[in-house]
């Protein structure tokens, strides 16, 4: 496995450990892609993407004993958001889907266009702007625009609120998106973001920063990947705003406990960077 056995102990136990009131969010190191799940107080599960191998994040559900899969979101169809998508409806039972409605003309998307269709009971929903509950975290859905054909500027935006704690993820949006939602939705400061685009420089605007001023900042991305990410720029805007930032490959699976009152912690499969917000 690619994943080590120590990594692994320490995602089964920070999820096992955390407070029954606590919503948590993981964002597991898949490598060079997304895959974060959100369990919610009440027991429920939504997977926001599922990295690019289905052999990794399969590995971290099945050490965590998820079995069900509430809601899955496809942020876009992206092989390095979507590779693993199969594997999960192999492996778990999946109860609803959503994914930007724009096709893509790959080998990840075709995979999993045949595991949606071969799904009995499976709820799929349109990526409209809506809001809607999932157990105790009430989910907003930041609707792609379709203004074209692209699948970074499609990307769909999810707003997880629990209590007075609020996730934003952002998918590879960048900044065209991230403009259009500025101006669109009713978007303020955030306890925790899913930088866009792993951290690219096309994934921030000054502007954006300064709207949702996170406490958290998480990059979910590969070490020694080919793209140059995270951009020096994206990190250093981020680290001047105050904004703690974790790097899936530097610090390993990320996992965020949130209270009801806005309180949060957070913990790393490495060790590194524990901290703890009141």
Do not use: C
Request: hydrophobic share 45%.
């Amino acid at each position: 496995s690619r994943l080590t056995a120590v990594a692994l102990l320490f995602a089964a136990s920070a999820f096992a450990q955390a407070k029954d009131d606590s919503l948590r969010v993981i964002f597991f190191d898949v490598g060079q892609g997304d895959a974060a799940l959100i369990r919610t107080p009440d027991g429920k599960n939504i997977l926001i993407d599922a990295g690019p191998s289905g052999e990794r994040i399969v590995e971290h559900l099945t050490v965590l004993g998820i079995k069900t899969v509430d809601l899955m979101i496809a942020s876009h169809n992206h092989a390095d958001h979507i590779g693993g998508m199969a594997a999960v409806f192999g492996a778990v039972k999946v109860r609803e889907y959503i994914d930007n409605g724009l096709p893509a003309l790959t080998n990840a998307y075709r995979r999993t266009v045949d595991a949606i269709e071969s799904q009995k009971g499976l709820t799929l929903r349109a990526a409209d702007a809506r809001t809607f509950r999932v157990g105790k975290a009430v989910l907003r859905i930041l609707a792609p625009p379709h203004t074209d054909d692209k699948q970074n500027n499609n990307s769909i935006g999810v707003v997880v609120q629990y209590g007075a704690f609020r996730a934003l993820f952002t998918g590879d949006a960048e900044e065209l998106e991230l403009g259009l939602w500025r101006v669109t939705n009713r978007l303020g400061p955030v306890n925790l973001l899913k930088a866009s685009h792993h951290g690219s420089a096309n994934g921030i605007s000054s502007e954006w920063a300064t709207l949702v001023s996170p406490r958290v900042v998480v990059i979910s991305v590969g070490a020694n990947n080919p793209y140059g990410h995270p951009s020096t720029e994206v990190l250093l805007a981020w680290s001047a705003m105050g904004s703690l930032v974790y790097r899936t490959d530097a610090v390993g699976t990320v996992t965020v406990s949130a209270a009801e009152d806005g309180g949060m912690s957070v913990t790393t499969s490495s060790g590194l960077m524990p901290w703890v917000a009141k």
